[in-house]
């Protein structure tokens, strides 16, 4: 089972102080940072692109797992790969070859993610084992920040889990103290969180309680 990691989701930071906040969260205890790229028509909303992410990689020494909420994500990975994503996330609902673009994401040498809408089943990615390195279940519709979570969700991930025993698996919307540790529960092991953590009156221990709460009996991590 692949170790626990917390990352909070610069969407919901104080935009005119990106490079303050992610320092923020860095020094708060974040394994990562997670960055929301939206195109206007994979969903209805807009957010950053390939400078705003090589403007973080250039603030903070931590790992970058870039989101890509995009309808062509095959055109924009050289961008994202260019600007210092880690791991970078295509959708399996995405309107491309989305074997060719996992390839194309090791081939660069980065880390391949593959995101799951909420209502994509868990067997709509089998035939891509072996070519993904982590599984970002959306447990939200992709789009917005500060959605609630979608407790539905939750068999997916255990399906997931029992599937693909050794990849990574991050969950994605509306995760808190409590939704992240039933996630951990059923085999997640990476919390992105941004609202809770982000506007949280002390983020580092929030983040410590999101650990606590994951090692708590009950939770798989045990
Ligand atoms: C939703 C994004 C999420 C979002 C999570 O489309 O993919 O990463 O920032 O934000 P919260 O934690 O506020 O739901
Ligand atoms: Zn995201």
Redesign the pocket.
Known sequence: MPNLHIMP????ADMGALRAECRRAVEAGADGL?L?I?DGHF?P?LSMGPAIVSMIREAVDTHLSV?L?LSRPDQYLDAFIDAGADTLHVHVEAECDVAAALAAIRGRGIRAGLALNPGTPADRVASLAGQVDELLV?T????????S?LAEVLPKIGDLRAAWPSVDIAV????NVEHGAETVEQGANIL??????FRAADMRAEIERMRQAATLPGARLT
Do not use: E, R, Y
């Open positions: 989701s610069v969407l919901a997670h929301d939206m969903v909303n989101h909420m959306m939200v519709h992709p789009g917005f920040g500060g959605q979570f994605d919307g509306g995760i992105i969180a941004g609202s809770f953590l």
